[in-house]
Every structure is written in structure tokens, then in C-alpha cells.
């Protein structure tokens, strides 16, 4: 696919998911580490996201832009509704008002640990691209699945129901992670070439749902135990485009070392 639309650049995007980790001090002393860690020739290749915890996104905002850290803030999740009687829950708007960019939405937590469905990740797809921010659409298999054959099913029907009704120049501007469950916190990661298949697969399938140019449009990131030490090779796969990272996100340092993949290839 990235042979036949040469034209098409995608930046990538290297995300730091933080999960419920890091109160909204420790969150600022995160952010202004990483801040002095990353270059300007950094963020002028890779675009860089981080994902604090709710309580953590104001303070970290007010950092970014006060200290002019060019970072684009996301978050981890919100409720598919603008508004309303959802006790415990922050709708999209708010994120919006917030100055959010990114929005993780279907992580394999959310959907295995707090139930969300399909069709609750197509609403709040839908919801995040209607407060224009971004989707970052996870899909992924467990390893039950992978060994059975039907990995590929399994991110296939995960995509077209996360997709249903969302317009083709909408998914353009998405970003799409493909997590193999059994990959994320274990410290396994997919092989590069295993990787780059199923990176393939989803793009193959955005193009068999969405046409080809949101397909060639879309971000594919990986994510799953990605580390300094395999940033390099995964990032140099062609339809991998970015990385989702969890663990290896919670410190400065590490964290740097895999948006500064280019250096330590
Ligand atoms: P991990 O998490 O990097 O700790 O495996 C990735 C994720 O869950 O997004």
C-alpha cells in the first residue's frame, strides 16, 4: 500500500499511555523530564503524545503550554454521551475544552477489564472525531487467538465495527494501534515481521472499508512491550508508523530513547 501512494506521508506518532499511574505532581515532573530529554529536531520528525490520567490533564496542559513543550496531550478514554447521568465518566467535550488532541479509545484494558463492546467503541470513535479531535483506535488479539489462526479475524472485525459509519475522510485522519494482548506489560513483543503483518492487515482492511486513500492516510501504530531496544526495528517497518507504549512511557529517560528511535537504530 505504501508503494502504490508514494505521496502520502504519515508522520509518525509515538505515544506515552500512562494508565493509572502517576499522581498530577508526579505527571508535571514527568513531562518537564521528558521536555529537557527530547529535542527540537525530535519533535520536528515524530509527533509525541502523552496520555496522563484524568486528574493529571489540566495540570499537564498548563505545562505544555506554558512552557511551550511541543507534546500533544491525550487521554486515555471518555464516555460516548456529551453530557449527562454517567456518575464517574468525562464526555468528549470536556477533553476538547482541555486542549486534548489524542484520544485512546478501545484499549484491550477497557474492553476485557471494564467491558466495552463494539459498538460502544464505534460511539465514542465517533464522538472523539465529532469534538475534532483524534481516535487512537485499538485493536488487537488475545494469544488464544493468535495460536488458533484468527488473529487476523479477530483486528478485521474489530476494525470494521470500531469504523461502522465513519466517513472515509474521517479514518484519514485516524490513528489506528494494533496491540497484541499478549504483548501488553509482559514484556513479549511481537517480531517485527509479525508486527508488520498484522500493521499491513489493518491497512489492507481500511482500504477494503474506507478506500484507499484513508487507507493510505491512516496512522498504524504498534503497541505492546515496545523499548528502547526494539523502537528502532519495529519503527522501520513500512506500515508501522508510529508506537503505542505503555510501561516504558513512565520514565524520562526510556521514553526519550524510543521518540529518538532514528538515533539508536
Ligand atoms: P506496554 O503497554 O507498553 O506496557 O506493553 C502498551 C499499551 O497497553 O498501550
Known sequence: MSDTTPDTVRR????????????????LKLVQELSY?????DVDAVDVSVHPPFTDIRTVQTALESDRIPFHLGAQHCHAEPSGAFTGEVAAPMLAKLGVRYVIVGHSERREVFGETDDLVNAKVKAILKNEMVPILCVGE??????????????????KAGLSRVK????????????????????????????QAMCQTVRSSLEAT????????????????????NAAELMGQPDIDGALVGGASLEAETFAKIIQYRLHD
Open 12 to 27: 509518525p506518532l509515538i505515544s506515552g499511555n500512562w494508565k493509572m499511574n502517576l499522581n498530577h505532581f508526579e505527571a
Open 37 to 41: 530529554e527530547v529535542t527540537r529536531d
Open 142 to 159: 488475545t494469544l488464544d487467538e493468535r495460536e488458533a489462526g484468527e488473529a487476523e479475524a479477530k483486528v478485521k472485525a474489530q476494525l
Open 168 to 195: 472515509a475522510e474521517q479514518v484519514a485522519t485516524m490513528v489506528v494501534a494494533y496491540e497484541p494482548i499478549w504483548a501488553i506489560g509482559t514484556g513479549k513483543t511481537a517480531s517485527a515481521d509479525d508486527a
Open 210 to 229: 474506507h478506500g484507499e486513500d484513508a487507507a493510505a492516510s491512516a496512522r498504524v501504530q504498534y503497541g505492546g512491550s515496545v523499548k528502547p531496544i
